[in-house]
């Protein structure tokens, strides 16, 4: 009997992960379905350092506080085949070579959005409780 593969998943990020998004539950959660490796304070990071530690995971996951992908990643992607993208649009995260030369790219899209709305409505309600007497 062949044994299971194990699926690396890495989340990349500039500073920190967003701990309201990345919770300690949300990453256990990952962890059925494969493993999971968290790099953060990659800032300073150059493209070539970023690109070697990405082609070591099948599955990047993204968000607002990840930096850009290497470009050098479409014509060396090592084991990488999905990047998924988590939060807002994915044009300064994923460079659109990447999606050209066939990495799967998935976001998800409005999911966010109703908190984020949320949040800018109350946010509005307490500005306009301090303008109208």
């Known amino acids: 009997m062949q044994a299971k593969s194990t699926i690396n998943i890495l989340l990349v990020v500039r500073k920190r992960a967003n701990p309201s998004f990345w919770?300690?539950?949300?990453?256990?959660?990952?962890?059925?379905?494969?493993?999971?490796?968290?790099?953060e304070d990659t800032a300073d990071w150059t493209d070539e350092t970023l690109a070697?530690?990405?082609?070591?995971?099948?599955v990047i996951?993204?968000?607002w506080a990840t930096p850009t992908l290497p470009v050098a990643l479409a014509h060396q992607p090592?084991?990488?085949?999905?990047?998924?993208?988590?939060?807002?649009?994915?044009?300064?995260?994923?460079p659109r070579r990447l999606i050209e030369k066939g990495i799967v790219v998935s976001n998800w899209?409005?999911?966010p959005a109703d908190g984020v709305a949320e949040g800018a409505f109350a946010?509005?309600?307490t500005v306009l409780t301090q303008v109208i007497p």
Do not use: M, W
């Open 78 to 94: 090592g084991r990488l085949r999905y990047i998924c993208h988590a939060k807002g649009s994915i044009r300064d995260v994923v």
């Open 23 to 39: 919770s300690p539950e949300f990453r256990e959660r990952l962890s059925s379905i494969g493993e999971l490796t968290l790099l």
């Open 61 to 63: 996951l993204t968000d």
């Open 123 to 125: 946010l509005l309600l």
């Open 109 to 111: 899209g409005d999911i």
């Open 52 to 58: 070697a530690r990405c082609r070591e995971f099948d």
